[in-house]
């Protein structure tokens, strides 16, 4: 298939864009780059194949006939767990080190009672974890000893799993360190900060550790942790989080009902009398963080209460931990971690959804089930058993948080950071997932656990907002005063859920999905100031379209003397007009400017940066939109005002005129019966579509014999017109010769027969050759050839010896069926999706101007590209299909980089003809025939085994080379789309 | 100065080198700006299968190495000077074939050999032969003069462009006598055929055709398969399957085959995207 040489070649260039980090990971293990092997036929003797079964052997084989569809799904999750969870060598080196951590926390040393402001007994080396803002706080912090250690979290269930591998520790805070009022104005989790502080003062010294760094559990701010590695080769092993929490029982929990207010305005504000007579607001976020402390241990209890007898449980936590890693749901603030996965399960366990037999893959399915059909921002659930009259009540929970999921004390809400936008993504991919395992034609375990879903590769659109401070002025203009209160002034947080909410309603029946990534703040080393608010960096917006939608360029209001108007009018300020409809109705009606498809594409952009601009003071220049950047690579033309869609469109239009002519044609001997078009441009696919053109006649001599216009040498070189070809088949009749060079007679015959009447019935001018006519018409050049459908048959002719007729394939026989056989079918195909998905035209046009801007495209076959494309929309497992040509070249440069070439054949079902059973045959038998195919094997319901059109190109070292620089294009793209800061240069093309 | 004309002549010796035993070389230029020539080889044409009657031996010059650029007007011109020229052929593979016969179509010709190719040039007199031979003397030939330029860059795509468009009238009256031709050859066959039908030929054997009162199958590939297939098909549905005991264990038997072939399938795939660190998630 490939030289060895060239194999570990191209696996180390491959290598190249992934973290440093894991490549030297890698780089370790792998001594030799041995050549991969190729699957071979499964040859089994006789003898082993029918020797009687034993019963265990039975059962197994039952088994996963049974609950998975293949043994393949069973054998891939049992490989994919060994391959995350932690060895027991491992274990017993942490188990080790949590013991030293262990001995060094009980022998630090105490100090003395001081305000919380005075902060000089810290050594300068050491910085306080928390934003301090408002500085001014009363209370007195003492350092003690902890009073009690202990593992909680993932570790212990056995549910944390490889590449991070975090043990929690809780630290429990001795009661004497608070005071009465340490339940206000954030003074306990100032406390929490300073203790974390010294200890990680004592620490900083030690010798046991690699590093001593803070981070903020989740990205939350008031929440910062510590963070120790071990020294030496195991520092990238593992992270011990300090978590420091109050001495149970302190606090009482009525205090924190998500109806009460813990932080003042006067304090927040800095105003030294309150106000009087205004109500305090609520602080339910502040208040969910205090508790959640509290309940640390509780919830351990809880969790290995469940996962006793309970192996599936495991295995089914860290499937689904996977499976929100490759979505990026599980890291930031408001993420729907491994915690609250075990959460979920523990809930579906007492609901008898899930039962304590269930494998992993059950869990999973069960639980994505659950997610799919649950809307925890609409109905919330509850962990609590017995209903207690003075907990608040689920509706209490709705009021305060968008997602409510409460834990078994009734008191804390699981999701309270998640914000309803994150929950309605959460809960489409796992329905999304549900169709994927149900569908038997596609490998779920490949879609759902193994393939990453990053922002800009999922969603059509992606948006980011370059400063996040502007969202300062955001939450001014929203007047979120009492949310940044609740959040502790972090005002991305506040004002993040409001935007979202915004614009969800802005595109509402344009976008299936609005989805915002997750602000997510780095690690800091103790001797750094803590990460502001702003540190996050860029926030990422992504918009997932529905396609019918998507571009119209009308937002339609409700009538004008409705009392819903105004509000229409003021929530889309003045781009909101009357409007009389052609049904008569007077409506409020919005209408945004776009003439082009391109344009209209873009019409999403006019309307996130007109909403944001009016309601959220965010101005355009702080608004980093990348949806439509590639497609100033396919226009075409001197004003470049479209990207030649609309060219395209016409040309189709003037050939099915042409062909209706064509099948109207009177006095032909045999009728026509099909007039099928094979130029890309006829399947919306060519990458700069013929523009119509008109000689001019001052560049041309006329040769008045022969009815030609001849280009002079003196003047310009006339515009060159591209002929479209369209094949045009003749009925089939006992009139037709059967000998191969009569019929080319025969041909030549009906071209200037054809010529004629069309010169004559429809005044086209027509040039007729031996081979094909060219008719003139509206600028265009058609090229038409005529086809007789036995003529293939009868250059495979062959007489045997023995006088027997035998087909076999020629050279020629070859050409004339891909010419006139397989093309035209291809491109009604093609033409047919193009009708189902608007953007596979563009799509397709930007593949292949990526190919030729490689250099490579006598190398590789334009349907062939084409069919690339086309299995992208046919087959979006785990995405949807694209609705932008950005995403859709994205994801044509992944599976041309990712894809097993060697091991699989890419099945494209188009019109959906193939059958499951099919797929099968057509997998098997590549497999058994894998040394006789194409390197590059397609195929489609009309070619099943033969693959024509990558038969002779691309050859495997041009693949190779192709593989190599769709990684490379697709990692450069990404990294330039996903920057908003730079200046974007799509030079890749 | 003295350098670049010892390298030249360092250059010429290496073609003079690079002639295969033989041939001779005859060095040739496009034009006379160009600089350095190209070389034609040139061998008196000798076959061992008795003389053709359109490349007689002795008369006849066999030159390999033509440039695309060089057609045959171009060549008879170029050995004109040797004699008077009575053919020349070009081709892209040498042998007797092709080119054989008048041409038979001015319209249905195979494509044209592009790049270098090879040429038979019939001189009248065997003089000329050697005369051409000995050209290898003189200075580079010159194949584009002002006398007779070969087209080049635009004027020969306009050239090639108006070439390509057909007389329609020609082409009719071509097609036409074609037919006729085939029509006439096509009905005396039949009328053969029907002379011959039903009449045993001297061993009393009667040939089957498609035709008359009784006709055969048609002796295709496609058929006898699908005579075969229609066999099977009928001795299937006469067998029971379900009679006999041992069937009934055979199929249990099968199934459990089934199953585990497809179990080790599986497990093979399994070692080999291992072995490829498919199992990574990230």
Same mark, same amino acid.
């Given at each position: 298939?490939?030289?060895?040489?060239?194999?570990a070649?191209?696996?180390e260039?491959?290598?190249?864009?992934q973290?440093?980090?894991?490549?030297?990971?890698r780089?370790r293990k792998?001594?030799?780059?041995?050549?991969?092997?190729?699957?071979q036929?499964?040859?089994l003797?006789?003898?082993e194949?029918?020797?009687?079964p034993?019963?265990?052997?039975l059962?197994?084989?039952k088994?996963?006939e049974?609950?998975?569809?293949?043994?393949?799904?069973?054998?891939q999750?049992?490989?994919?767990?060994?391959?995350?969870?932690?060895?027991e060598?491992?274990?017993k080196?942490?188990?080790?080190?949590?013991?030293?951590?262990?001995?060094?926390?009980?022998?630090i040393p105490?100090?003395?009672e001081?305000d919380?402001?005075d902060?000089?007994?810290?050594?300068?080396?050491?910085?306080v974890?928390f934003?301090?803002?408002p500085?001014n706080?009363?209370?007195?912090?003492?350092?003690?000893?902890?009073?009690?250690?202990s593992?909680?979290?993932?570790?212990?269930l056995?549910?944390?799993i490889?590449?991070?591998?975090?043990?929690?520790v809780?630290?429990?805070?001795?009661?004497?360190?608070f005071?009465?009022?340490?339940?206000?104005?954030?003074?306990y989790h100032?406390k929490?900060?300073?203790?974390?502080?010294?200890i990680?003062?004592?620490?900083?010294k030690?010798?046991?550790?690699?590093?001593v760094?803070?981070?903020y559990?989740?990205?939350?701010h008031?929440?910062?942790?510590l963070l120790?590695?071990?020294?030496g080769?195991?520092?990238?092993?593992v992270?011990?989080r300090?978590?420091?929490?109050?001495?149970?029982?302190?606090f009482?929990?009525s205090?924190?009902?998500?109806?009460k207010?813990?932080?003042r305005?006067?304090?927040?504000?800095e105003?030294s009398?309150p106000?009087e007579?205004?109500?305090?607001?609520?602080t339910p976020h502040?208040?969910?963080s205090?508790?959640c402390?509290?309940?640390?241990l509780?919830?351990?209890?809880?969790?290995?209460?469940v996962?006793?007898?309970?192996p599936?449980?495991?295995d089914?936590v860290?499937l689904?931990?996977v499976?929100?890693?490759?979505?990026q749901?599980?890291?930031?603030l408001?993420?729907?971690?491994g915690?609250?996965?075990?959460?979920?399960?523990?809930?579906?366990?007492?609901?008898?959804?899930?039962?304590?037999?269930m494998?992993?893959y059950?869990?999973?399915?069960n639980?994505l089930?659950?997610?799919?059909t649950?809307?925890l921002s609409v109905?919330?659930i509850s962990?609590?058993?017995?209903t207690?009259a003075?907990?608040?009540?689920?509706?209490?929970?709705?009021?305060?948080?968008?997602v409510?999921?409460?834990?078994?004390?009734?008191l804390?809400?699981l999701?309270?950071?998640?914000?309803?936008s994150?929950?309605?993504?959460?809960?489409f991919?796992?329905?999304?997932?549900?169709?994927i395992?149900?569908?038997?034609?596609?490998?779920?375990f490949?879609?759902?656990?193994?393939t990453?879903?990053?922002?800009l590769r999922?969603f059509?659109h992606?948006?980011?907002?370059?400063h996040?401070?502007?969202?300062?002025?955001?939450?001014?203009k929203?007047?979120?005063l009492?949310e940044?209160?609740d959040?502790g002034?972090?005002y991305?947080?506040?004002?993040?859920?409001?935007?979202?909410?915004?614009?969800?309603?802005?595109?509402a029946?344009?976008?299936?999905?609005?989805?915002?990534?997750?602000p997510?703040?780095?690690?800091w080393?103790?001797?750094?100031e803590?990460?502001?608010?702003?540190?996050i960096?860029?926030?990422?917006?992504?918009?997932l379209?529905?396609?019918?939608f998507?571009?119209?360029?009308?937002?339609?209001?409700p009538?004008a003397?409705c009392?819903?108007?105004?509000?229409?009018?003021?929530?889309w300020?003045?781009?909101s007009?009357?409007?009389r409809?052609?049904?008569?109705?007077?409506?409020?009606a919005?209408v945004w400017?776009a003439?082009?498809?391109c344009q209209?594409?873009l019409?999403?952009?006019?309307?996130?940066?007109h909403?944001?601009?009016?309601?959220?003071?965010?101005?355009e220049?702080?608004?980093?939109?990348t949806g439509a950047?590639?497609?100033?690579?396919?226009?075409s033309g001197?004003e470049?005002?479209?990207?030649?869609?609309e060219d395209?469109?016409?040309?189709v239009c003037?050939?099915?005129?042409?062909?209706?002519?064509l099948?109207?044609l009177?006095?032909?001997p045999?009728?026509?019966?099909?007039?099928?078009?094979?130029?890309?441009a006829?399947?919306?696919t060519?990458?700069?579509?013929?523009i119509?053109m008109?000689?001019?006649?001052?560049?041309?001599n006329?040769?008045k014999?022969k009815?030609?216009?001849?280009?002079?040498?003196?003047?310009?070189?006339?515009?060159?017109?591209a002929p479209l070809?369209?094949?045009?088949?003749?009925?089939g009749?006992?009139?037709w010769p059967?000998?191969?060079?009569?019929?080319k007679r025969i041909?030549?015959a009906?071209?200037?027969?054809?010529?004629?009447?069309?010169q004559?019935?429809?005044q086209?001018?027509?040039?007729?050759?031996?081979?094909?006519?060219d008719?003139?018409?509206?600028?265009y050049?058609?090229r038409?050839?005529?086809?007789?459908?036995?003529?293939?048959?009868?250059?495979k002719e062959?007489?045997?010896?023995?006088?027997?007729?035998k087909?076999?394939?020629t050279?020629?026989?070859?050409?004339l069926?891909?010419e006139?056989?397989?093309?035209p079918?291809?491109n009604?195909s093609?033409?047919?999706?193009?009708?189902q998905?608007?953007?596979?035209g563009s799509?397709?046009?930007l593949a292949?101007?990526?190919?030729?801007?490689?250099?490579?495209s006598?190398?590789i076959?334009?349907e062939c590209v084409?069919?690339?494309?086309?299995?992208?929309?046919?087959?979006?497992?785990p995405?949807?299909?694209?609705?932008?040509?950005q995403?859709?070249f994205?994801?044509f440069?992944?599976?041309?980089?990712t894809?097993?070439w060697?091991n699989s054949?890419?099945?494209?079902?188009?019109?959906a003809?193939?059958?499951?059973a099919?797929?099968?045959?057509?997998?098997?038998?590549?497999?058994?025939?894998?040394?006789?195919l194409p390197?590059m094997?397609?195929?489609?319901p009309?070619?099943k085994?033969?693959?024509?059109?990558?038969q002779e190109?691309?050859?495997?070292?041009?693949?190779?080379r192709?593989?190599?620089?769709?990684?490379?294009?697709?990692?450069t793209l990404?990294?330039?789309?996903?920057?908003p800061l730079s200046?974007?240069?799509?030079?890749?093309? | 100065?003295?350098?670049p004309r010892?390298?030249?002549?360092?250059?010429?010796q290496?073609?003079?080198r690079?002639?295969?035993?033989?041939y001779?070389?005859?060095?040739v230029?496009?034009?006379?700006?160009q600089?350095?020539?190209?070389?034609?080889?040139?061998?008196?044409?000798?076959?061992?299968?008795g003389p053709?009657?359109t490349?007689?031996?002795?008369?006849?010059?066999f030159?390999?190495?033509?440039?695309?650029?060089c057609?045959p007007?171009?060549?008879?011109r170029?050995?004109?000077?040797?004699?008077?020229?009575?053919?020349?052929?070009?081709?892209d593979?040498?042998?007797?074939?092709?080119?054989a016969g008048?041409r038979?179509?001015?319209?249905?010709?195979?494509?044209?050999?592009?790049?270098?190719r090879?040429a038979?040039v019939?001189?009248?007199k065997?003089?000329g032969?050697?005369?051409?031979?000995?050209?290898?003397? $003189?200075?580079?030939? #010159?194949?584009?003069? *002002?006398s007779?330029?070969v @087209?080049?860059?635009v004027?020969?795509?306009i050239?090639? %462009?108006?070439?390509?468009?057909?007389?329609?009238?020609?082409?009719?009256?071509?097609?036409?006598?074609f037919?006729?031709d085939y029509?006439?050859?096509?009905?005396?066959?039949?009328?053969?055929?029907?002379?011959?039908?039903?009449?045993?030929d001297?061993e009393g054997?009667?040939?089957v055709?498609?035709k008359?009162?009784?006709?055969?199958?048609?002796r295709? $590939?496609?058929?006898? #398969?699908?005579?075969? *297939?229609?066999?099977k098909? @009928?001795?299937a549905?006469?067998e029971?399957?379900?009679? %006999?005991?041992?069937?009934?264990r055979?199929?249990?038997?099968?199934?459990?085959?089934?199953l585990?072939k497809?179990?080790?399938e599986?497990?093979q795939?399994?070692?080999?995207?291992?072995?490829?660190?498919k199992?990574?998630?990230?």
């Amino acid at each position: 298939f490939k030289e060895p040489a060239e194999a570990a070649e191209a696996e180390e260039v491959e290598e190249g864009p992934q973290t440093p980090q894991r490549g030297a990971a890698r780089g370790r293990k792998r001594k030799a780059p041995a050549p991969a092997p190729a699957l071979q036929p499964v040859k089994l003797s006789r003898a082993e194949l029918y020797k009687p079964p034993t019963s265990e052997e039975l059962n197994q084989l039952k088994e996963t006939e049974d609950l998975f569809h293949s043994s393949l799904l069973r054998l891939q999750i049992e490989e994919l767990l060994r391959e995350v969870t932690l060895k027991e060598t491992k274990k017993k080196k942490i188990d080790a080190f949590l013991h030293e951590i262990n001995s060094l926390l009980s022998a630090i040393p105490e100090i003395p009672e001081t305000d919380i402001i005075d902060q000089t007994w810290l050594s300068r080396g050491v910085k306080v974890p928390f934003l301090q803002v408002p500085f001014n706080v009363k209370g007195k912090f003492r350092f003690l000893p902890p009073a009690e250690l202990s593992v909680v979290g993932s570790y212990l269930l056995g549910t944390c799993i490889k590449p991070e591998i975090n043990v929690d520790v809780a630290v429990t805070m001795p009661r004497e360190i608070f005071q009465d009022k340490d339940n206000l104005n954030q003074r306990y989790h100032r406390k929490r900060a300073l203790y974390l502080a010294h200890i990680a003062q004592c620490f900083s010294k030690e010798n046991l550790f690699g590093s001593v760094k803070f981070a903020y559990m989740n990205s939350n701010h008031l929440k910062p942790i510590l963070l120790l590695r071990p020294r030496g080769k195991d520092e990238k092993l593992v992270a011990v989080r300090l978590h420091a929490c109050p001495a149970p029982g302190f606090f009482k929990p009525s205090r924190f009902y998500p109806s009460k207010n813990n932080v003042r305005t006067a304090w927040f504000l800095e105003q030294s009398t309150p106000k009087e007579g205004a109500p305090e607001p609520p602080t339910p976020h502040y208040n969910n963080s205090v508790l959640c402390d509290t309940m640390l241990l509780s919830h351990l209890h809880f969790l290995s209460s469940v996962s006793t007898d309970f192996p599936g449980m495991k295995d089914g936590v860290a499937l689904l931990k996977v499976w929100l890693n490759q979505r990026q749901l599980s890291k930031g603030l408001g993420c729907f971690n491994g915690f609250l996965i075990s959460m979920v399960v523990a809930y579906l366990l007492t609901k008898r959804k899930i039962v304590k037999m269930m494998s992993g893959y059950q869990v999973l399915r069960n639980v994505l089930q659950f997610l799919a059909t649950t809307d925890l921002s609409v109905t919330g659930i509850s962990l609590a058993k017995d209903t207690d009259a003075s907990l608040p009540a689920l509706a209490d929970f709705h009021q305060a948080f968008e997602v409510v999921f409460v834990d078994p004390s009734g008191l804390v809400n699981l999701c309270a950071d998640m914000t309803a936008s994150k929950y309605h993504q959460v809960q489409f991919e796992a329905k999304r997932s549900m169709e994927i395992l149900d569908d038997r034609m596609v490998d779920g375990f490949q879609a759902l656990l193994m393939t990453s879903k990053p922002m800009l590769r999922t969603f059509d659109h992606v948006f980011h907002l370059k400063h996040v401070s502007k969202l300062q002025s955001a939450c001014r203009k929203m007047q979120l005063l009492s949310e940044l209160m609740d959040q502790g002034g972090n005002y991305v947080a506040a004002a993040l859920p409001f935007i979202v909410s915004l614009l969800t309603r802005g595109l509402a029946g344009r976008a299936l999905l609005v989805a915002h990534s997750l602000p997510q703040t780095p690690e800091w080393l103790i001797d750094a100031e803590p990460p502001k608010h702003k540190d996050i960096g860029s926030l990422t917006f992504g918009l997932l379209f529905v396609p019918e939608f998507a571009a119209s360029a009308l937002e339609k209001g409700p009538q004008a003397d409705c009392p819903e108007a105004t509000d229409f009018r003021t929530f889309w300020g003045e781009k909101s007009e009357l409007r009389r409809f052609q049904d008569g109705t007077i409506c409020e009606a919005v209408v945004w400017q776009a003439s082009t498809v391109c344009q209209k594409r873009l019409i999403p952009e006019q309307i996130v940066r007109h909403l944001l601009k009016l309601h959220a003071d965010i101005p355009e220049s702080s608004i980093c939109y990348t949806g439509a950047l590639l497609e100033s690579v396919i226009k075409s033309g001197k004003e470049a005002l479209g990207t030649g869609e609309e060219d395209m469109v016409n040309v189709v239009c003037s050939y099915d005129d042409l062909s209706r002519k064509l099948w109207n044609l009177e006095g032909l001997p045999l009728t026509v019966t099909a007039v099928q078009g094979v130029h890309p441009a006829l399947r919306y696919t060519d990458v700069f579509p013929p523009i119509p053109m008109k000689p001019i006649y001052s560049f041309h001599n006329q040769i008045k014999n022969k009815q030609l216009l001849l280009p002079s040498e003196q003047k310009p070189c006339p515009a060159y017109i591209a002929p479209l070809k369209i094949i045009c088949h003749m009925e089939g009749s006992g009139r037709w010769p059967q000998d191969k060079e009569a019929i080319k007679r025969i041909k030549a015959a009906f071209h200037l027969q054809l010529a004629e009447l069309l010169q004559q019935q429809h005044q086209f001018i027509c040039r007729p050759a031996v081979t094909h006519i060219d008719v003139y018409k509206d600028g265009y050049v058609f090229r038409l050839q005529v086809a007789y459908h036995r003529e293939p048959l009868i250059l495979k002719e062959v007489v045997t010896p023995e006088g027997m007729l035998k087909y076999q394939d020629t050279e020629e026989s070859k050409q004339l069926e891909l010419e006139t056989l397989h093309r035209p079918n291809l491109n009604s195909s093609l033409h047919g999706l193009q009708q189902q998905h608007p953007v596979f035209g563009s799509t397709c046009r930007l593949a292949k101007r990526w190919v030729r801007a490689q250099l490579l495209s006598d190398n590789i076959s334009e349907e062939c590209v084409d069919l690339l494309v086309a299995s992208l929309f046919l087959h979006p497992a785990p995405f949807m299909p694209p609705s932008s040509p950005q995403v859709g070249f994205l994801r044509f440069l992944n599976l041309l980089s990712t894809f097993d070439w060697k091991n699989s054949p890419l099945i494209v079902n188009l019109n959906a003809d193939l059958t499951d059973a099919e797929c099968t045959e057509i997998k098997n038998k590549f497999v058994a025939a894998r040394s006789r195919l194409p390197v590059m094997f397609i195929a489609t319901p009309k070619d099943k085994w033969n693959s024509v059109w990558t038969q002779e190109r691309p050859s495997a070292q041009i693949l190779q080379r192709l593989l190599v620089l769709a990684s490379e294009s697709v990692r450069t793209l990404e990294e330039q789309l996903m920057d908003p800061l730079s200046n974007q240069d799509v030079k890749v093309v | 100065a003295a350098s670049p004309r010892a390298k030249m002549a360092a250059a010429e010796q290496r073609a003079a080198r690079a002639v295969p035993p033989g041939y001779t070389a005859l060095e040739v230029k496009f034009g006379a700006r160009q600089r350095s020539p190209h070389c034609l080889l040139v061998k008196e044409h000798r076959v061992r299968e008795g003389p053709g009657d359109t490349h007689p031996p002795q008369r006849t010059l066999f030159v390999l190495n033509v440039p695309p650029y060089c057609g045959p007007d171009e060549l008879s011109r170029l050995f004109s000077r040797c004699g008077a020229v009575q053919t020349v052929d070009v081709s892209d593979k040498p042998g007797p074939g092709g080119t054989a016969g008048p041409r038979s179509s001015k319209f249905f010709t195979g494509k044209a050999a592009t790049g270098f190719r090879v040429a038979y040039v019939v001189f009248r007199k065997p003089a000329g032969v050697q005369a051409a031979k000995a050209l290898s003397q $003189e200075g580079p030939l #010159l194949i584009s003069t *002002e006398s007779h330029p070969v @087209k080049t860059g635009v004027s020969k795509w306009i050239a090639r %462009y108006a070439e390509s468009v057909v007389n329609q009238e020609e082409l009719k009256a071509e097609v036409d006598a074609f037919m006729q031709d085939y029509d006439k050859k096509i009905a005396e066959e039949e009328a053969k055929a029907a002379k011959e039908e039903g009449v045993p030929d001297e061993e009393g054997w009667v040939k089957v055709t498609r035709k008359g009162r009784k006709p055969g199958l048609p002796r295709t $590939e496609a058929a006898n #398969l699908r005579v075969l *297939e229609r066999e099977k098909r @009928k001795r299937a549905r006469k067998e029971l399957l379900n009679f %006999y005991a041992w069937q009934h264990r055979e199929t249990k038997r099968e199934h459990i085959a089934q199953l585990r072939k497809k179990f080790e399938e599986d497990k093979q795939r399994i070692a080999l995207m291992r072995a490829q660190r498919k199992f990574r998630p990230y």
